[in-house]
């Protein structure tokens, strides 16, 4: 039986793993300033904390997730960082301090980068894919995160790579999730910081992943 020190060796070792680096995101008029992970959830990280569903990759975004398991993930690592869960079932817990999916409003406002553009590198396909992999550059597979430049506030893979679930519920006929941000499957357009898009909660697929908020 391992003794206590190397337990604890173990959790420490399994908390630097899992921790994403954060990027200060200040507020604005009707949003509060939030800590949001600088790049996508990556397949290393994930494995880190509830398993890697998607083999040796451990630098590419995690895929293959539904709304449900990125909620279940949020709870999973701010119990391993000792932060309360953000989330009772599928609703956030008021004033919880651990991590959940960012908003539209906040994935919006963090994506432009205090910029008016498209894209916070310009309102051109060619902008898009100096800092971005989309259908068109990026040979039909995600990437590592962090191989294309940052924004202006420090965040990797903004547009493109992989969509990334929001926390918002969509109304129609059929309840669905945002996601927003593109993908390497999916066209220019698509990775614009307008394009709305939303799928159902529980759907799975490898063009779609998360990126994780808490907090500031």
């Given at each position: 039986m391992p003794s206590p020190p190397a337990r604890a060796g173990d959790r420490l070792a399994q908390r630097t793993a899992a921790r994403p680096a954060l990027v200060f995101i200040p507020?604005?008029?009707?949003?509060a300033p939030c800590l949001m992970a600088q790049t996508p959830?990556?397949?290393?990280?994930f494995a880190a904390v509830v398993g890697d569903?998607?083999?040796?990759?451990?630098r590419r975004p995690v895929t293959g997730v539904s709304w449900?398991?990125?909620?279940a993930y949020c709870n999973a690592l701010s119990a391993l960082e000792g932060l309360a869960p953000a989330?009772?079932?599928?609703?956030?817990?008021?004033?919880a301090g651990g991590y959940r999916l960012p908003t539209v409003a906040e994935w919006a406002h963090a994506a432009a980068a205090g910029t008016t553009t498209a894209y916070w590198s310009g309102d051109a396909e060619a902008d898009l894919a100096r800092i971005g992999w989309y259908r068109a550059n990026s040979?039909?597979?995600a990437h590592a995160v962090g191989s294309r430049p940052a924004s202006p506030w420090g965040l990797y893979d903004v547009h493109g790579n992989v969509w990334v679930w929001c926390h918002d519920l969509v109304d129609g006929p059929t309840?669905?999730?945002?996601?927003r941000g593109g993908s390497?499957?999916?066209?220019?357009l698509a990775a614009r910081r307008s394009f709305r898009a939303a799928f159902a909660p529980t759907g799975e697929s490898d063009s779609r992943g998360l990126r994780i908020v808490r907090a500031a």
């Open positions: 507020g604005a008029a009707d949003l959830v990556t397949c290393g990280q569903p998607t083999g040796p990759y451990r449900y398991a990125a909620v989330y009772a079932g599928d609703a956030l817990v008021p004033g040979g039909g597979r309840p669905t999730r945002a996601v390497y499957a999916h066209p220019a």
